[in-house]
C-alpha cells in the first residue's frame, strides 16, 4: 500500500507541474482577473458588451500560462496548437470583415438612423 501511495503522490506531483496553475505568474493572475471584469462588465451591466466580451476573452486566452519544458505544443507560434490555428485564420483572413451597415448597437442597425 505504502508504494501506491508514493506511486500516486509522485504522479499528482508531476501532473501539477504541467498545470497553469503551478507556472502563474502575478501578470498571469491581474490580466487573467482584469479580463474576467472585462467579461462581467459586458454581461452582468451591458455595458459594450461587442467591444469588452472578445477583449476579455483575448485576455483570457493570451494569459494562460503552461509549461515551456514540458514540449505541449500550446503557444501561437507552436506549429498545430489551437491557438496558431486561430492565428492563421487572422493572419489568412479567414473571418469576415466587419460591415457597418450590419452591426447592431443597441437593436438599432446602424443603417436605420436618419442623419
Known amino acids: 500500500m505504502g508504494e501506491f501511495i ?3 503522490g509522485n504522479n499528482l506531483a508531476d501532473f501539477w507541474t ?3 496553475f503551478a507556472n502563474a505568474t502575478v501578470g498571469h493572475v491581474v490580466m487573467i482577473l482584469v479580463g474576467l471584469f472585462f467579461i462581467y462588465l ?3 451591466k451591458e455595458f459594450e458588451p461587442m467591444l469588452l466580451i472578445p ?3 483575448g485576455m483570457l486566452i ?3 500560462p503552461f509549461n515551456m519544458e514540458a514540449g505541449l505544443k500550446v503557444g501561437i507560434y507552436e506549429e ?3 491557438l496558431n490555428i486561430l492565428y492563421q485564420g487572422v493572419t489568412s483572413g479567414w473571418y469576415p470583415p466587419h460591415l457597418p451597415g450590419h452591426w447592431c ?3 438599432l442597425l446602424v443603417s436605420d438612423i436618419q442623419p
Request: hydrophobic content about 45%; proline content about 0%; charged content about 5%.
Open 6 to 8: 508514493t506511486f500516486i
Open 18 to 20: 504541467y498545470t497553469g
Open 42 to 44: 459586458a454581461v452582468a
Open 55 to 57: 477583449i476579455g476573452f
Open 62 to 64: 493570451g494569459n494562460i
Open 80 to 82: 498545430g496548437s489551437v
Open 105 to 107: 448597437y443597441d437593436g
